[in-house]
């Protein structure tokens, strides 16, 4: 009989993946620039890392913000975020004013969706 094993997940590596699939999404580091976004970087970072303990490792929200540092309640922010409300405003449909989510936790949240092969629509360029 043949013995399966599970297969540890490299919690760095996965985040990393994330924010990279976040930032595409966003439309790439230049766009983050052209709009004057690059606050969003430390945020995206943070939210990739939620967004994996999470669904991966099946943590709970203390103890992401345990591990990340971070309070509890931006822990909740970035897992209650609108990814259909964050694919909005990078179209241009929403302003900034008018969005109550966490932009950061819905690109991590779609970029999430992406590497794990569901389908995610592009914002309008």
Do not use: C
Not at 1 to 11: C, F, H, I, K, L
Not at 68 to 83: D, E, F, H, K, W
């Amino acid at each position: 009989m043949v013995e399966v094993q599970p297969v540890p997940v490299d919690v760095d590596a996965l985040a990393r993946r994330v924010f990279l699939k976040a930032l595409e999404i966003a439309g790439g580091t230049r766009k983050l620039i052209q709009h004057r976004n690059l606050t969003w970087v430390p945020s995206l970072i943070e939210a990739a890392y939620v967004v994996v303990l999470h669904e991966e490792f099946k943590k709970s929200d203390d103890e992401i913000a345990q591990f990340l540092g971070v309070g509890s309640q931006t822990v909740r922010n970035i897992l209650r975020a609108s990814p259909e409300g964050v694919l909005e405003r990078l179209e241009g449909e929403r302003g900034e004013a008018e969005l109550k989510t966490h932009i950061a936790g819905g690109l991590a949240k779609l970029a999430y969706q992406a590497l794990k092969g569901q389908p995610v629509p592009a914002p309008a360029s």
